[in-house]
């Protein structure tokens, strides 16, 4: 069954960097769009930045400049170069994909920026 793993969350200061990875199987990883959702306590789920089969990203306006998504097909991961990182960036960041009428997600990892 389809299978979305993310890693790489954590404590980080202001201004700081992560990495989040997502492990995907299950599925044909190459030809999904992947993208990269975050939910903060009491805000609804909001979409960070995605990738096509092609390379084509999106981002949101919030992270643009500062985030980079990524994909390696070989390996069936998307991964998300979080930079210049902001307290208003702290919330459980969750991998997403939709293959024909549904829609996937992972777990979520907590990214928390704080001094």
């Known amino acids: 069954q389809v299978q979305l793993v993310e890693s790489g969350g954590g404590l980080v200061q202001p201004g700081g960097s992560l990495r989040l990875s997502c492990a995907a199987s299950?599925?044909?990883?190459?030809?999904?769009?992947m993208g990269w959702y975050r939910q903060a306590p009491g805000d609804e789920r909001e979409f960070i930045a995605s990738?096509?089969?092609?390379?084509?990203?999106n981002y949101a306006d919030s992270v643009k400049g500062r985030f980079t998504i990524s994909r390696d097909n070989a390996k069936n991961t998307v991964c998300l170069q979080m930079n210049s990182l902001k307290a208003e960036d702290t919330a459980v960041y969750y991998c997403h994909t939709k293959l024909a009428w549904s829609v996937y997600w992972g777990q979520g990892t907590q990214v928390t920026v704080s001094s």
């Open positions: 990738i096509s089969r092609s390379g084509t990203t």
């Open positions: 299950g599925f044909i990883f190459s030809i999904a769009t």
